[in-house]
T-cell receptor, first 112, second 112 residues
Framework: KNQVEQSPQSLIILEGKNCTLQCNYTVSPFSNLRWYKQDTGRGPVSLTIMTFSENTKSNGRYTATLDADTKQSSLHITASQLSDSASYICVVSMEYGNKLVFGAGTILRVKS | EAQVTQNPRYLITVTGKKLTVTCSQNMNHEYMSWYRQDPGLGLRQIYYSMNVEVTDKGDVPEGYKVSRKEKRNFPLILESPSPNQTSLYFC???????????FGQGTRLTVV
């Protein structure tokens, strides 16, 4: 079954600290993996997208990694800010047909 | 500005009263899709469209209809809404080939 599992479900960190969110998937055939940030009540916004051949991609303080062999991805947030408080969603795209498989998300709360 | 526009943003309706949620994109994307998001379940795909006059069911299509008469618009139709369709709905668009998907701001629907 094609699934995307994210951990932890929720996370609280202090402003300025780093954190890493995990995404494991069993989707096949794999096309690409995306991380989205979703603020409460708003639409998801893409942070990074990686294909099979890419193993790291950065977007400012966000760095995503991909290990296609173990089917794992991580999103590392450096020097967290209060505005990083949001839900982070891992989405894997299947080859053919634009089928997307969504993880349930990790809710991050950054405290001052 | 590239965007996906949904209307209305908020809607309260009664059981059985037909409604339509509109979605429009200005990026000339071929691919459009509808999702619902419920607490603890993440985003689930309702219907998607690969191009004009081409639509297909997602994971949770029951109780919904869509149409794609023109490239920019992809309305979601609830012929006879029920309380279990109370949810946050998102429309998304993207280029065929699994590139980045853009999401609308969401429509919060309550069916009483």
């Amino acid at each position: 079954k094609n699934q995307v599992e994210q951990s932890p479900q929720s996370l609280i960190i202090l402003e300025g600290k780093n954190c890493t969110l995990q995404c494991n998937y069993t989707v096949s055939p794999f096309s690409n993996l995306r991380w989205y940030k979703q603020d409460t009540g708003r639409g998801p916004v893409s942070l990074t997208i990686m294909t099979f051949s890419e193993n790291t991609k950065s977007n400012g303080r966000y760095t995503a990694t991909l290990d296609a062999d173990t089917k794992q991805s991580s999103l590392h947030i450096t020097a967290s800010q209060l505005s990083d408080s949001a839900s982070y969603i891992c989405v894997v795209s299947m080859e053919y047909g634009n089928k997307l498989v969504f993880g349930a998300g990790t809710i991050l709360r950054v405290k001052s | 500005e590239a965007q996906v526009t949904q209307n209305p943003r908020y809607l309260i309706t009664v059981t059985g009263k037909k409604l339509t949620v509109t979605c429009s994109q200005n990026m000339n994307h071929e691919y459009m899709s509808w999702y619902r998001q419920d607490p603890g379940l993440g985003l689930r795909q309702i219907y998607y469209s690969m191009n004009v006059e081409v639509t297909d069911k997602g994971d949770v299509p029951e109780g919904y209809k869509v149409s794609r008469k023109e490239k920019r618009n992809f309305p979601l139709i609830l012929e006879s809404p029920s309380p279990n369709q109370t949810s946050l709905y998102f429309c998304a668009s993207g280029e065929t080939g699994h590139t980045e998907a853009f999401f609308g701001q969401g429509t919060r629907l309550t069916v009483v």
